[in-house]
């Protein structure tokens, strides 16, 4: 697919052993497929591969982006990618496999892509009930990405039908797995050290969750950090340098963020240099974008320098995070 989800053949895949076979080859190999889980479909990547995960936004068009969940088929699987706290401990071995998200800090272990984290030091992470995304999961060995499988703005599907009808052409398959029970998304509930967090109500009740760890859930809503939206906040992924857009010139003094093969001027004296994709594909942009601030950033350089990058297609959702990195704080 190039970057704007232009066409190719979606395969409707059967819930038999080689239609899972083939829906874990596809995915293993950086492929987009939408399967069933028991609350919506998921539009599934890889989570370690960005690649494959910039491909989620561009098959969606979602204008920005958001960290995502990632999924596993056990909690022994989530224990590698994140830390667990008591708190999330006893949600994990109570709720899972169910309709429960727990945001955690990363484990140094951790395999989820800065794209898929959206650049944070935390983790969402799921473990899916329905037998299917179990098998999947399985078979993959890794942690799958997956939001809702619709066009951004659009409803979440709850059979394949409705994946098809958003994204037939743009994803590589949907495996079939019949209608999705619990048809809202789950719950997500953020262990970050301080008291546990309400950041979306879903398929858990709150008074469930409540009644597990014997206090009340602090809403995610309440305060600056408003996590319901984490996309939404201006600092949220705030590099420690400052971010200075579309320029034209590099100073000495700074680190040089690229794209395409016509650097700026002055880019010979940057104090590094890294370009997010020099062929000039968003895709790749993507996949490199956050890992790419990060490494500026650790250069030491006061100011990351960002060339311009096209506002079409992926540009979009990279434009919006570079701004986001850019805003005063
Ligand atoms: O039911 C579901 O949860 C569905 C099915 C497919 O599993 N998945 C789903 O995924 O809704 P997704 O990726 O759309 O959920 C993304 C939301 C973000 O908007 C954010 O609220 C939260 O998950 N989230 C994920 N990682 C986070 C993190 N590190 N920090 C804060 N919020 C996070
Ligand atoms: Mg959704």
Known sequence: MNDHGS?????????????????????NRGGLVAFPTETVYGLGADATNAQAVAGIYAAKERPSFNPLISHLD????????GIFDDTARTLAEALWPGPLTLVVPTASTCTVSDLARAGLDSVGLRVPAHPLAHALLKA???PVAAPSANRSGRVSPTDADHVLS???GRIDA?????????????????????????LRPGGVPREAIEALIGMRL???????????????????????????????????????????????????HAKAMLNLSESGDLREAAAHLFSYLRQLDASGAETIAVG?????????????RLRRAAAER
Do not use: W
Not at 10 to 26: N, R, W
Not at 235 to 262: D, F, W
């Open 7 to 27: 066409m190719r053949r979606t395969a409707h895949l059967t819930s038999d052993e080689a239609g899972l076979a083939e829906a874990a080859a596809i995915l």
């Open 74 to 81: 056990s909690f022994e699987a989530a224990k590698v990618q």
């Open 140 to 142: 993959t060995g890794r």
């Open 166 to 168: 958003d994204l037939d």
């Open 174 to 198: 949907v495996l079939d797995g019949g209608a999705s029970d619990v048809g809202v998304e789950s719950t997500i509930v953020a262990c970050l050290g301080g008291p546990p967090r309400l």
């Open 218 to 268: 602090e809403s995610g809503a309440a305060g600056e950090k408003n996590p319901l939206a984490p996309g939404m906040l201006a600092s949220h992924y705030a590099p420690r340098a400052q971010v200075r857009l579309n320029a034209s010139e590099i100073g000495p003094n700074e680190a040089a963020l690229l794209y395409g093969a016509t650097p700026p001027r002055g880019v010979e």
């Open 308 to 320: 311009p990058v096209p506002d079409t297609g992926l540009g979009e959702a990279i434009n919006d």
